[in-house]
């Protein structure tokens, strides 16, 4: 059991050896779930919105009826075996 004194911000240190177990690095985001009385702190280890602006759109606006029908067309020739 280890122990850490909150500050008058709300903010608690997580010691150490806990940091090293999780994996956890600066930076990261870590989640707080409750358990009845008890908090159980987990990693987040990136979700699908972080990628969110990674690729930038060939063009603004992206026309996505265009982008599907190419993809439809991509599919079909795949499926019939011309891909």
């Known amino acids: 059991m280890l122990e850490s ?16 177990r999780l994996g956890v690095k600066e930076g990261e ?10 908090v159980v702190l987990k990693v987040v280890k990136g979700t699908i919105l972080d990628l969110r ?7 603004y606006p992206e026309d996505f009826e265009k982008i599907r ?7 079909a020739k795949k499926v019939a075996g011309h891909g």
């Open 69 to 75: 029908q190419s993809v439809k067309r991509s599919v």
């Open 29 to 38: 985001k870590v989640l707080f779930v409750m358990r009845g009385e008890e």
């Open 5 to 20: 004194t909150m500050t008058r911000k709300g903010q608690v240190t997580i010691p150490k050896a806990i940091r090293d």
């Open 53 to 59: 602006g990674s690729v930038q759109p060939s063009a």
